[in-house]
């Protein structure tokens, strides 16, 4: 038998040996997606990091839908997030430092914790050599196996002890801008003909601020670097539930290294139902900016939008990307943050009018997808609405968009291995799943 045909031949197979019926879901109760039949989440651990409100429950259990709310360690985050932009100051690490203990920092704490951060940018040389090696790789693969190789370089890679885990988060944490600025520019390099850079991080300056003169040298606005700080922050962290950070819990239930964990959550991060949800946003934009000749034309912005929801137009995947999220009904509070950063953005590069626009196709996406589904439940635009388009304005490639929600969801990601490893009564996760398959009888191999 050819090769060729056995690799068809099995996957063929398949059809019929993942064939379950839907029936069955119901009849022994499955949440499928670890959901609830009214779309909340499955309870399925506790914790004191993150909060994630899109519903309350009425007094029948029921959801009633609500202003979005996102809260680190108890504090919402706009409460978090205003003081920082009336300030105009850098407030990555800050948070950073609050998931990680729990408490805010004073002014000599955060100084003291962002000289340790600087101090842990700078790569081992293998690394560096590890990157170049990898060219042409995608940049969150790398990222992964560049996490893996650290647990080589470290002294105690094993350790779960609480003191050990802080150490390696300050130095994932760190690492990760350089190791994902690296990687693009050595991309660049190998895939485009260009020069290659390799920048040290510099003394003194913010991880936002680092992570864009390592990628475009002084090619950046002020503003440039405060957006991004926002946006590290707003993706630092979401609760134990989404799927990346539930990955880390996870792996993490079972006592293995950091760098094991923290490669699995990348992984689940880099799906296109996950991290790379941003990507299909911008390109989608850009389609609607050439299919759609007036901009401001509703007419014509929703029958294009009915089009593309009923399969005829862009993809046919019936979608519209960055409309909607699991747990938030009326509003996402990043969406919100970023929607009035990404004004301020377009103003300072001349593109209002692309701003004007998009938020024209938020507000007749919700729209249509509300008709289309016939349901009274709000819709809302997610994070990943806006954040594309403000990579795009700072003049950041497409290729790292994904890689910078890993270097900002880094912080959560860890603050929840900690978390996981350090409360008592502590058990590995292990749920159940039901086989319904009936038994067979064994055939020996000449009867088959």
């Known amino acids: ?3 060729e045909y056995l690799i068809y031949k099995l996957s063929d197979e398949v059809k019929t040996s993942c064939k379950i019926d839907n029936d069955l879901f119901g009849k022994f109760g499955v949440k499928r997606g670890l959901r609830n039949e009214d779309g909340s989440g ?3 651990g506790l914790t004191n990091i993150g909060n994630v409100v899109g519903y309350e429950r009425d007094d029948e259990g029921k959801l009633q839908p609500t202003q979005g709310k996102l809260y680190y360690r108890g504090y919402s985050l706009e409460d978090l997030v205003e003081p920082l932009l ?13 998931l990680l203990s729990g408490n805010l920092p004073d002014k000599e704490e955060l100084q003291a914790f962002k000289e340790l951060l600087n101090e842990n940018m700078p790569l081992d040389h293998r ?3 590890h990157i170049i090696d990898l060219e042409g790789s995608n940049i969150m693969n790398i990222l992964a196996r560049c996490v893996l190789e650290m647990y080589t370089f470290d002294p105690n890679p094993d350790d779960i002890s609480r003191d050990n885990l802080m150490r ?7 690492k990760f801008p350089t190791i994902i600025a690296y990687a693009y520019n050595i991309y660049r390099h190998s895939e485009m003909g260009r020069s290659l850079h390799i920048r040290h991080p510099k003394e003194n300056a913010s991880i936002a601020e680092n992570f864009l003169y390592m990628i475009k040298h002084d090619d950046y606005t002020e503003l440039d670097a405060r957006v991004l700080d926002l946006l590290l922050i707003i993706q630092s962290e979401h609760g134990g539930g989404n799927n990346s950070t539930f990955t880390v819990r996870v792996t993490s239930s079972t006592c ?28 989608m934009f850009h389609h609607l900016k050439d299919q759609i000749s007036d901009w401001k034309n509703i007419d014509e912005i929703d029958t294009y939008l009915n089009r593309m929801l009923n399969k005829e137009a862009y993809d046919k995947s019936g979608l519209i990307y960055g409309i909607g999220h699991a747990v938030y009904t009326m509003s996402d509070p990043r969406a919100v943050e970023l929607k009035k950063l990404a004004g301020e953005l377009a103003k300072e590069k001349g593109r209002e009018d692309e701003y004007e626009f998009l938020k024209l196709i938020e507000q007749e996406g919700i729209k249509c997808v ?11 635009a997610n994070l990943d609405f806006y954040s594309g388009f403000i990579y795009e304005m700072i003049g950041l490639p497409d290729e790292i968009y994904t890689p910078i929600f890993a270097m900002a969801r880094i912080v959560g990601w ?4 900690i978390e996981e490893l350090n409360f008592e009564g502590r058990r590995i996760i292990r749920p159940a799943y039901k086989n319904v398959l009936d038994s067979k009888a064994y055939i020996p191999i000449d009867e088959r």
Do not use: W
């Open 1 to 3: 038998m050819k090769k």
């Open 42 to 44: 499955v309870l399925v």
């Open 86 to 98: 009336k300030e105009k100051r850098f407030g990555f690490e800050e948070i950073a430092y609050l």
């Open 127 to 129: 690394t560096i050599v």
């Open 168 to 174: 390696q988060a300050i130095e994932l944490i760190a």
């Open 256 to 283: 293995t290294d950091t760098y094991s964990s923290i490669a699995a959550g990348i992984g689940s991060l880099k799906g296109p139902l996950h991290g790379g949800a941003n990507i299909k946003v911008v390109k």
């Open 370 to 380: 509300s008709a289309k589904r016939k349901t009274r439940k709000p819709i809302c």
């Open 414 to 417: 860890m603050a929840h291995r």
